[in-house]
Nanobody
Framework: VQLQASGGGLVQAGGSLRLSCAAS????????VNWYRQIPGKQQRELVA????????NYQESAKGRFTISRDNGKMTWYLQMNSLKPEDTAVYYC?????????WGQGTLVTVSS
């Protein structure tokens, strides 16, 4: 399975972007899909948003009210709608799909928010 992340770019503070993560094939027994980000200069990726197979969503505190994770099961595609972007949201964003015993990662898409 390959994940293709897209939708990143340069946006001014207050603007919006929608990230997409498309799987190359159907993923069976999917447990959850996560969006992580890695902020420049930091080694660790931080979890931004999660959607479970049951549709339950969860967000990092800084993303609540601004970001929305969603899915299109038919297309095996997941989205991260990001509104009211701030310069501190600048990062490489990665999608991550979790199934029993396996983790799949997309290649990352760069989001740059200018002040």
């Amino acid at each position: 399975v390959q994940l293709q992340a897209s939708g990143g770019g340069l946006v001014q503070a207050g603007g919006s972007l929608r990230l997409s993560c498309a799987a190359s094939e159907t993923i069976l027994n999917l447990q959850a899909v996560n969006w992580y980000r890695q902020i420049p200069g930091k080694q660790q990726r931080e979890l931004v948003a999660t959607i479970t197979s049951g549709g339950v969503t969860n967000y990092q505190e800084s993303a609540k009210g601004r970001f929305t994770i969603s899915r299109d099961n038919g297309k095996m595609t997941w989205y991260l709608q990001m509104n009211s972007l701030k310069p501190e949201d600048t990062a490489v964003y990665y999608c991550n799909v979790v199934r029993p015993g396996r983790n799949y990662w997309g290649q990352g898409t760069l989001v740059t928010v200018s002040s």
